[in-house]
């Protein structure tokens, strides 16, 4: 609870805002009902502050695709697949290769460690080439683009299966 005034900064940092819930306005208020269920476990999306030696620099999600039958059924994922998103708050990283060390480590200690999960996706918007990069420089490689439903543009589906990584 205590991180989401750090949360709502960084969400409303240009180079996240850019790109993640982009179409919400990013109130406190907001904030705090996207992301209350996720820290007080209500919802099976599990969120994490990724610290930098001791600074908090980043934000990463994971979820299993069964646990959401909507999306599960519209993009051919299940109970074995495992979903993540993020972004790198602090502006000061952007462009370092640090977004591409963060996600492999969390496939390494996170993701990967559940031997329930044969698989990773991840789904960034088809322009956000810098993000884009990242994920292939950490071993991800596009399968599919699916328009969901409610959402403006498209998600260009990535995904790394546990023995490539």
Wanted: aromatic fraction near 14%.
């Amino acid at each position: 609870m205590e991180d989401l005034p750090l949360l709502h900064r960084w969400l409303n940092e240009p180079h996240v805002h850019a790109w993640y819930d982009k179409d919400e306005e990013q109130t406190f208020d907001h904030v705090s009902k996207e992301y209350l269920p996720k820290i007080t476990g209500e919802e099976p999306t599990k969120g994490y502050i990724v610290l930098y030696d001791t600074y908090p620099v980043a934000y990463i999600q994971s979820y299993r695709a069964g646990d959401w039958p909507e999306f599960s059924h519209i993009t051919g994922y299940g109970a074995s697949d495992a979903g993540v998103d993020l972004f790198v708050g602090d502006p000061k990283l952007m462009g370092k290769g640090f977004g591409t060390m963060m996600i492999k480590k969390f496939l390494q200690e996170i993701i990967f460690v559940d031997p329930g999960i044969k698989k990773c996706f991840i789904d960034p918007e088809p322009n956000n080439k810098r993000a884009i990069r990242a994920y292939e420089k950490a071993g991800f490689r596009y399968v599919k683009t699916v328009q969901m439903p409610d959402e403006p543009d498209p998600s260009y589906f990535m995904e790394i299966n546990k023995e490539e990584q």
